[in-house]
């Protein structure tokens, strides 16, 4: 049965991690380290009639005993937050999100954020969005929307990306079904610090066919104008068609396929899920100018696997959001886990991004499997800038994570997670390894405690060994 609802809930907590590692530094050499994380957090959740969302923030100081230098405070930040300025009219949506990232993906990359690598940038996006719905009479359902994405990294070399948009989305009047049809304007500049500005113009509409209950087909058509491949901003005519199948709520699949300025664009999604297994796929190739910015909504991998598995229990996707939280912190599973990095690059790419996840949950134990795969170059051939494509054409990542969790006794669990990534460029591969074991448990109504063991490889143009222990303890308000 769905939880209900709390208006509002604001639980604050504390940690402390020691972390021994024969290696802090990720280096051939080796240098062994006591690291001491200290963190303090707030989790926020609001489920009211005019405001709907979370907040999840914490800040670390991250202290090493041999070090000092090293000496750091990190933020973490993943928040969503929606709220009704007039009812079912006006609307304004703010997110933002801060996360440890590798600033080069051809650069030494470790297992552990709190290790004193160079090779890292803290980067942050914020974002919102007013919006406005409402109806032209009898025609048609609209929807106006302003929005302005900041993108910025702590290292100097990085781009910031401010992204401004505004858009007007029309929706037919349900009364041609099976027809239907849906249109879409919108003006978009994407101006990067460390590189230009570009400008994208985008006028699209959609025939829509409803050919059974479970079975859509659409027609798509339109006209882009944008600067992505010259200095001069140049018309394309853009068409493609997309078919959708949802015979259930468990199952869904899309196909979409698209001409573009650039070539051909696609998009699969594969969605399947029964009580304790999810399956999912998506295969898209499009233009990506938005570096290191997470989706609204995501903080990892298995995060969003359970998000789809709990849809059934929690249709609310507050009360949702919390319970996969929960259910990810009592199995000791991290819910901020990436297979792959992302691209911190300073011009538009274009991306090819393949993703597919299995997730089980039995009654003490879940699995969760996910594979990734990325082929991405540079769209823009004019701009020179300094980043990971100043030294290869083409950037393919591959990776591979494995979680296994087993519950021991009501309070305590057992978890092993298992990682590969590969980086491929045109002269050089490098390569990252890490299994580790983690022992979870609680050691009070508020408090918890665990104890890990991870040992990490990394082979590059500089290899190194690492083997850490960690300890941790952490208490709610």
């Known amino acids: 049965m769905p939880a209900p609802r709390q208006p509002l809930s604001i639980v604050p907590y504390v940690s402390v991690s020691e972390t021994y590692t024969d290696n802090s530094q990720g280096t051939t050499q080796g240098r062994t380290e006591l690291i001491t994380e200290a963190s303090a957090g707030v989790s926020l959740r609001a489920a009211s009639a005019r405001l709907q969302g979370y907040l999840d923030y914490e800040l670390t100081g991250v202290l090493y005993a041999r070090n000092s230098a090293s000496d750091r405070v990190q933020h973490y930040l993943n928040a969503y937050l929606t709220g009704a300025l007039v009812e079912k009219r006006v609307f304004v949506d703010v997110a933002g999100s801060v996360s440890q990232q590798v600033a080069s993906v051809f650069g030494t990359r470790t297992a552990n954020p709190a290790s004193a690598n160079d090779n890292r940038a803290e980067v942050s996006t914020f974002l919102i969005t007013p919006y406005v719905n409402g109806r032209l009479g009898s025609v048609a359902e609209y929807q106006a929307r302003l929005s302005m994405t900041k993108t910025s990294g702590d290292v100097s070399t990085l781009s910031d990306v401010t992204t401004k948009e505004a858009s007007l989305q029309l929706a037919g009047d349900a009364k041609l079904y099976p027809f239907g049809w849906s249109a879409e304007m919108s003006r978009q500049t994407i101006d990067y610090s460390v590189g230009r500005e570009y400008e994208n113009d985008i006028a699209q509409a959609v025939l829509n066919w409803a050919v059974t209950s479970e079975v859509q087909l659409s027609l798509i058509g339109g006209k882009e104008a944008n600067n992505f491949l010259g200095a001069d901003k140049t018309s394309h005519n853009t068409w493609g ?172 669990s057992l978890g092993v997670v298992a990682s590969w990534q590969r980086v491929m460029g045109d002269d050089e591969t490098t390569t990252l390894r890490s299994l580790g074991a983690t022992l979870s448990a609680g050691l009070g109504r508020r408090s918890d405690g665990s104890l890990g063991i991870r040992h990490s490889r990394y082979s590059g143009a500089s290899s190194y060994n690492e083997t850490a222990l960690t300890a941790t303890f952490s208490m709610r308000f």
């Open 241 to 412: 068609a997309r078919a959708s199948w949802a015979p259930s709520e468990r199952t869904s699949a899309l196909v979409e396929g698209q001409r573009r300025f650039f070539g051909n664009a696609h998009k699969v999604t594969l969605a399947y899920r029964t009580p304790r297994t999810t399956w999912t796929f998506s295969d898209t190739r499009d233009v990506s100018t938005t570096p290191g910015q997470p989706r609204i909504g995501s903080l990892g991998t298995a995060y969003d696997v359970f998000f789809n598995q709990f849809a059934t229990a929690f249709p609310d996707p507050v009360v949702r959001q919390q319970r996969v939280s929960e259910f990810l912190a009592y199995y000791g599973i991290d819910p901020r886990a990436q297979v792959i990095s992302a691209l911190l690059v300073s011009t538009a790419t274009l991306e090819r991004l393949q993703q597919l996840s299995f997730a089980w949950r039995g009654q003490r134990d879940v699995i969760v499997v996910s594979a990734v795969q990325s082929t991405a170059r540079r769209l823009d051939q004019i701009t020179s800038v300094l980043d990971d494509f100043s030294f290869t054409q083409e950037i393919r990542q591959r990776g591979l994570g494995v979680n296994l969790a087993h519950r021991l006794t009501p309070v305590s």
